[in-house]
């Protein structure tokens, strides 16, 4: 099956700085690859993704990449802010299929 | 208002004692998934539904029974729980086009 990991665990970046967060996936048949953030206490929410047939995407601060050659894709967010501050999650999947797998998680600490 | 709702929220029971987690959700989704979320462990897929009478595992299904016979429901059921299913317990859905997966708020739940 899928095994996702995701880099690093924690990371606490200055206001104003970028942050990135890394994920490696397993089954090369993966080909979607959703972001969620979840605040304390709240749900997950997803905020970007990106299917297998585009190499980047973004919206306003945050863009994700993507490498299908090397199995990994990463999560960019440039100018952060306090409410950036949040866990966040990788995911990786066959689009049409509901079996999901999610990396452990980065928890990302805004330093005003 | 589109929503993916859970009952009840906070659930603090025995070992053995049977007990059942609704979810419902008013989008007409066809995909359903129970997920849970351990500290260190992330999100893991316990089991899934691409449509009614239609249910396979995920990643942690053991312990765990799940049931699609409406569209809109999808109860997670433990027959004898012990306490390592301790956990934060949530349900989500999204439609047969992919996209975004909604959460539920989340079921926390207590086995002694």
């Known amino acids: 099956g899928e095994n996702v990991e995701q880099h690093p665990s924690t990371l606490s970046v200055q206001e104003g700085d970028s942050a990135v967060i890394k994920c490696t996936y397993s089954?090369?048949?993966?080909?979607?690859f959703p972001w969620y953030k979840q605040e304390l206490g709240k749900r997950p929410q997803l905020i970007i993704d990106?299917?297998?047939?585009?190499g980047e995407k973004k919206d306003q601060r945050i863009a994700v990449t993507l490498n299908k050659t090397a199995k990994h894709f990463s999560l960019h967010i440039t100018e952060t802010q306090p409410e950036d501050s949040a866990v966040y999650f990788c995911?990786?999947?066959?689009?049409?299929?509901?079996?999901?797998?999610f990396g452990t998680g980065t928890r990302l600490t805004i330093i005003p | 208002e589109a929503q993916v709702t859970q009952n009840p929220r906070y659930l603090i029971t025995v070992t053995g004692k049977k007990l059942t987690v609704t979810c419902s959700q008013n989008?007409?989704?066809?995909?359903m998934s129970w997920y849970r979320q351990d500290p260190g462990l992330g999100l893991r897929q316990i089991y899934y539904?691409?449509?009614?009478?239609?249910?396979d595992k995920g990643d942690v299904p053991e312990g765990y029974k799940v049931s699609r016979k409406e569209k809109r429901n999808f109860p997670l059921i433990l027959e004898s729980p012990s306490p390592n299913q301790t956990s934060l317990y949530f349900c989500?859905?999204?439609?047969?086009?992919?996209?975004?997966?909604?959460f539920g708020p989340g079921t926390r739940l207590t086995v002694t």
């Open positions: 989500a859905s999204r439609g047969i086009l992919g996209g975004e997966q909604y």
């Open positions: 089954d090369s048949a993966s080909n979607y």
């Open positions: 990106i299917r297998s047939n585009v």
């Open positions: 995911a990786a999947t066959t689009f049409g299929n509901e079996k999901l797998t």
């Open positions: 989008m007409n989704h066809e995909y």
């Open positions: 539904s691409m449509n009614v009478e239609v249910t």
